[in-house]
């Protein structure tokens, strides 16, 4: 059984600043009408840290993964990520940025349902072109295993349990091993004891090394990030 702690220390090393966003306003027109969700944010996320982003429904917890991940662009201020700035980048550079260097965890696993596990934790890899077609398939049987999923590469998404295809979603995350994993509440379609397991394999990784950056509604998960960044009505309220 999992055990919850109350907070993880911050690493020794987490020092220097991996991402960076200054003033981000984020606002969406429908019309004449506009809906600002970001409201001037500014927020460091150090190398090697663990950051819990928690806050009301609609406070735009969501957008700020957004920006972070390049999958949506700020109306106005800078997001800058491993000394690139992003928000300046064309949308086919975005993406192979965000191939190379970002691994992104939804919360309802987005699998494809003809794949198997190992098919499905090779697909990044296939985009990137990365190595041979053997040497894909035994990176992917490698992050596999890592998640705990040796014995299940065959088992297509219907023949697994709900933790069992988030496992695989968080394989095929860290397929071209990047720095940062982002999680859009990867626990939230998840019963507890097994969000819980789940959060065991992103705190595994991030001790490894990899910073982790997720979106949640748990309380009881947020408590166990190094720290937690609270967001209401589309500012930090509290960090």
Not at 23 to 48: C, F, H, N, Q
Not at 100 to 115: D, E, M, R, S
Request: glycine share 8%; proline share 4%; net charge negative.
């Amino acid at each position: 059984m999992a055990t919850y702690l109350t907070q993880r220390p911050r690493p020794a090393a987490a020092t220097a600043t991996l991402i960076e966003l200054a003033g981000i306003e984020r606002v969406y027109r429908t019309g004449k009408l506009e809906y600002p969700a970001l409201r001037g944010v500014d927020l460091s996320i150090a190398t090697g840290e663990m950051v819990a982003i928690v806050g009301p429904s609609g406070s735009g917890k969501s957008t700020i993964i957004n920006m972070i991940t390049g999958i949506d662009r700020p109306t106005a201020g800078t997001v800058t990520v491993d000394g690139e700035r992003i928000d300046q980048l064309s949308e086919e550079q975005l993406a192979s940025w965000r191939g190379k260097n970002v691994g992104i965890v939804f919360q309802f696993f987005q699998l494809l349902p003809t794949l198997t596990a190992l098919e499905n934790a090779v697909l990044p890899l296939d985009f990137a072109h990365r190595g041979s077609k053997h040497e894909r398939f035994e990176r992917a049987a490698r992050n596999l295993e890592l998640v705990g999923l040796r014995d299940k590469l065959d088992h297509l998404p219907s023949e697994l349990s709900g933790g069992e295809q988030q496992r695989v979603a968080i394989a095929r995350s860290l397929a071209c091993d990047p720095k940062l994993i982002v999680g859009d509440e990867p626990t939230g379609n998840l019963d507890s004891h097994t969000a819980a397991e789940m959060f065991d394999v992103l705190a595994r990784l991030n001790a490894e090394g990899k910073t982790v950056l997720y979106v949640t509604h748990d309380l009881s998960l947020a408590e166990r990030a190094h720290r937690r960044v609270t967001i209401r009505d589309g500012v930090v309220a509290g960090n």
